[in-house]
């Protein structure tokens, strides 16, 4: 079974750790010195290499060679996330009194060491305070803020940065080169973008891709449609189309990555890496990292990207007004003397005319009603108030429609039980004789752009986001 290059590349030296030199130069001139301190606490993000010096740090002090596949009985690597109570400290505080086997120093390598429970960090802070002269302690984490300043005020702290796009590039150009891997310059910055800094992932990603275009080139349109990606034009369509206020064509490009499998949350990583590449070009797109960035956590991240893309496009729409609208011409049909005498001559049944004078619904506001329902529930006994107040009533064309926002409810309010109820409330609402409608379905979108999006997302509640 091959191994996977981010094992295969795993620095071996201080030397070969790539854009951590802050750290590496002290740690070299501390060892070069015979300085060594007893605890070091090696903070930063995930794949920058905690790990690799940690474990460099320890062969460098009792002056062991090193390799990946290194094993000595006096280098003890604990992982936290999985022994972190207080008996496994007290187990480790135990063993760590007994002088090393062969090396110089016994070293513990605690990773995660936040995942550490309080009275397992209470057990480690004893040998923190008086380790024996034989023990060196190397703890990891990605959480700083989760340690005790017990813990931090006992060691030497070094923090590890997110590694630069270019170095990260470079380094996989390198592996790629020796690998045998032919894959453009292009497709290996986007694969460093999408590391986010952290080698690990970087080199990761880069083994994923070797296996997708066997004896071919590795692009960058195969890199994105690989990883689920928008391309780079679709990113550019969005921001241009951000611009210039054209919804119609962020609709468009959303719609065509939804229907490719590209998510929501990561089209919003990609825009806010995007935006931020091009803000000092375009400032006034700074409005939109906010959203972006609270799309990655929501549980609606489709509908959340929407109105971050939508709602100041629209905010800027100016609506038309209704006495600018154009009417229709009413045509007129002539209709000929023949054929007006025809119609003279023919008797013909007249249809009982009805008084169909419309319901005056001008003032109807449905939290009236609501109101009146709530001050008088005691008299229906049949939880009308409660069926109702899941409902929106709005007045339309001459009648009230009811959208229930499901099927139960419309049923219920159609039962012949509580529809006469109903009816009677609009009366005493001073709505009577008029037509009610239930709907079993939130309430439509209020403008085009609101429906298209509704309909794009397969409906939907309405989100009001003035």
């Known amino acids: 079974m091959s191994q996977a290059l981010y094992r295969k590349y795993r620095s071996k030296s201080l030397d070969e750790v790539v854009g951590q030199d802050h750290v590496t130069s002290v740690l070299k001139n501390a060892l070069n010195s015979g300085k060594t301190a007893h605890a070091y606490l090696l903070t930063g993000p995930r794949g920058v290499g905690k790990t690799s010096i940690a474990r460099i740090l320890a062969h460098e002090i009792n002056q062991l060679p090193y390799t990946d596949e290194s094993d000595h009985l006096d280098i003890i690597e604990i992982d936290a996330a999985s022994n972190n109570g207080v008996d496994d400290v007290r187990d480790l505080r135990d063993k760590a009194l007994v002088a090393p086997s062969s090396a ?9 060491v936040h995942m550490l429970s309080k009275p397992a960090f209470n057990a480690l802070l004893k040998i923190l305070e008086e380790p024996p002269a034989h023990v060196t302690f190397i703890l990891a984490t990605t959480d700083f803020d989760k340690l005790p300043p017990t813990i931090i005020s006992r060691t030497q702290r070094f923090h590890f940065h ?3 796009e270019e170095s990260v590039v470079g380094h996989l150009r390198f592996i790629a080169d020796q690998e045998k891997i032919n894959i453009e310059d292009a497709a290996l910055q986007l694969i460093a973008k999408r590391g986010g800094g952290s080698f690990r992932d970087s080199i990761s990603l880069l083994d994923q891709m070797q296996n997708i275009a066997p004896g071919g080139i590795i692009s960058l349109e195969l890199v994105e449609s690989t990883l689920g990606l928008a391309t780079q034009s679709q990113l550019t369509e969005i921001i241009e189309a951000e611009l210039a206020g054209a919804t119609d064509k962020i609709v468009k490009v959303l719609y065509d990555l939804e229907n490719t499998g590209v998510s929501a949350p990561t089209i919003a990583s990609q825009l806010i890496d995007e935006i931020r590449s091009k803000l000092t070009t375009y400032p006034t797109l700074v409005h939109m990292l906010e959203g972006l960035n609270d799309t990655l956590r929501s549980s609606r991240p489709e509908v959340k990207l929407l109105i971050t893309l939508l709602a100041p496009v629209v905010a ?13 011409k009413e045509v007129k049909k ?8 025809v119609a003279a001559n023919v008797s013909k049944p007249q249809p ?5 004078s419309p319901v005056d619904l001008s003032d109807f506001d449905w939290q009236k009603v609501l109101d009146y329902t709530k001050d008088h529930d005691h008299q229906f ?4 108030h409660t069926l109702l107040k899941k409902c929106l009533g709005q007045a339309v ?6 959208y229930t926002g499901n099927q139960f ?3 219920q309010l159609d039962s012949p039980k509580k529809r006469p109820i109903l009816t009677k409330i609009l009366q005493e609402c001073g709505f009577a004789d008029v037509h009610i409608e239930t709907v079993a379905s939130p309430p439509p979108p209020k403008d085009e752009h609101a429906a298209r999006i509704a309909a794009m997302m397969g409906g939907g509640e309405e989100v009001d986001v003035s």
Do not use: F, M, R
């Open 334 to 341: 002539e209709v000929t003397p023949e054929k007006k005498v």
């Open 162 to 164: 997110l590694v630069d």
């Open 352 to 356: 009982i005319q009805k008084d169909v």
């Open 397 to 402: 064309d001459n009648k009230i429609i009811l």
């Open 409 to 411: 409810t419309k049923k």
């Open 381 to 384: 006994t049949t939880g009308v």
């Open 104 to 112: 110089t120093k016994k070293i513990y390598i605690i990773d995660e």
């Open 316 to 328: 800027k729409t100016k609506p038309v007004s209704p006495e600018k609208t154009a009417k229709p």
